[in-house]
Nanobody
């Protein structure tokens, strides 16, 4: 069983920045480094969407909506991934979740990001 805990969300104004963190614990032990990881976001009434992912080798990919504004990274010692978000827009408001890219782990509670205009 893997537990995922996201943190770092909050309320920011348009153009602001946030850094999200996600820590994996439980049965993942020393195998976290082998997984491709990802950040997802969800707004009420909509499906969860992939925002960014990072391979086990550290290669990032981004959705078109966040490319150039978000940066995903990982720390395999801490079993963590991060999402640095810059130049935030109101449409970035959502609950942000992390998971391994194939979403085979149970979802955490997520962290709320709200961008005011």
């Amino acid at each position: 069983q893997v537990q995922l805990v996201e943190s770092g969300g909050g309320l920011v104004q348009r153009g602001g920045s946030l850094r999200l963190s996600c820590v994996a614990s439980g049965s993942i032990a020393s195998s976290f480094k082998f997984y491709d990881m990802a950040w997802y976001r969800q707004t009420p009434g909509k499906q969860r969407e992939l925002v960014a992912d990072i391979t086990n080798g550290g290669i990032p990919q981004y959705s078109d909506s966040v490319k150039g504004r978000f940066r995903i990274s990982r720390d395999n010692i801490e079993n963590a991934i991060y999402l640095e978000m810059y130049n935030l827009k109101p449409e970035d408001s959502a609950v942000y979740y992390c998971n391994e890219k194939l979403t085979r782990w149970s979802w955490g509670q997520g962290t709320q990001v709200t961008v005011s205009s």
